[in-house]
């Protein structure tokens, strides 16, 4: 199986084929309902988010609580068309990859394109699974939205799938 | 009378949190694993094999199944010869806020439905009570996520209308939710009764196993058909193609009104969690 490595360039997303399946290694952020909310509110007005997105991949997962002695909890995918009202702003904020599960609306698929960025799915309901290719997990922003705070997380070997490109 | 002490109704209840969301049902584990066998294409077989190792590891691990540890809905069968020491609904509630505290479940329950507070610590649940013969406690406890409880819904048929737009009425319902409810799923249909009758029925369908039937023939029958269409769907496990879209289909029906033919559709996802215990 394809590895690719985070963060992802314009010239990878190229080589990327439709229903691919590779393994993402390297960094993602977590966002999910309430974070995009603020990010996007906060693009809008044309205020500094607290975190670059430039050229990053967003990972759609609100994890349980972190075990003692866990790096993260159980952290598999949240359904991404809830997140498509906001997608098209982060977008022209250079957002390339996006990681989530189900499909995307009609918008969100041909922006993505546009954009030359790219959307892969994971195994929705695998967050045991998922949890273990987890390598380093840091809350870096919104603190406060708890489950849904901003998070650096390091993957190695995350399975995915090309849904668009 | 029996007594018995909302002490034991609070363990109860955060035993079975807990054995929810870390063990999946063992009819579940097994039609996934049939499912498996009948898969041709490999991106399935690949989807299935980490979707029953997921399960194996949850429980191995004590890790949650999946991330949503979900609303918790409790139903109880309180037999009539029970007397209760203590606040019952409280006693619940301890049950599952103890659960979510001690296994790092995750807190998923906002205040109000337009402030959208977290109450971090999973509460409030749903509880639903009936009066039973017998000296004896019922309690199940369903976990359920929202990426499929957003797909289900429900509709009011005219009572002339046959079972052909019924089944088309669920089918739909799958076919529109795309891979957004983590397929494969399992079907709970609720016939009859009023709308919130049927909504319940079609919660309560999914606690039978999945390998199961109806009694009743020609709901049997309807079952059988309503799974055929949504298998031939090829939505597959995780929207990936395949030939398991739905693990199986469950139809609970109930007498209605002349005037009307409610039904309510429950997509439930292939981590369908619940636990019962009788006490
Ligand atoms: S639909 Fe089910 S398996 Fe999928 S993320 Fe939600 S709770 Fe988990």
Known sequence: ?165 | MRTINSKLIAETVKELCIKANLELRKDILSALRRAREKETSSKARGVLDIIIYNALLARKKRLPICQDTGMVVAYVAIGQEVRIKGVFRKAVERGVAEAYRCSYFRNSIVMDPLRRKNTKNNLPSIIYTCIVPGKRLNIRISVKGFGCENISRTRMFRPTDSASLIEDFVVEAVKDSGSRACPPVYIGVGMGGTIDKATLLSKEAVFRSVAGCSRKRHIAKLEKSILAKVNSLKIGPMGVGGRTTALGVSVLSYPTHIAGLPVAVNISCHATRDARKVI
């Open chain 1, 1 to 165: 199986m394809r590895k690719i490595y985070l963060p992802l360039t314009k010239k990878v997303i190229k080589t990327l084929r439709l229903g691919q399946e590779v393994l993402l290694s390297g960094s993602v952020l977590t966002a999910r309902d309430a974070a995009h909310k603020r990010l996007a509110e906060t693009l809008k007005s044309n205020k500094k988010i607290p975190v670059s997105i430039k050229g990053e991949t967003i990972y759609y997962t609100g994890p349980t609580p972190t075990m003692p002695g866990r790096i993260i909890g159980s952290c598999g995918p949240t359904t991404s068309s809830r997140m498509d009202q906001f997608t098209h702003i982060l977008l022209r904020h250079a957002l390339l990859g996006m990681i989530g599960k189900g499909e995307r609306s009609k918008e969100i698929v041909s922006a993505i394109k546009r954009f030359g960025a790219v959307y892969f799915i994971t195994i929705g309901g695998a967050g045991a699974y998922l949890s273990e290719k987890v390598k380093n997990s840091k809350i870096i922003a919104y603190r406060d939205l708890g489950t849904e705070a901003i998070r650096r997380v390091i993957v190695e070997d995350f399975p995915a799938i090309v849904a668009v490109v």
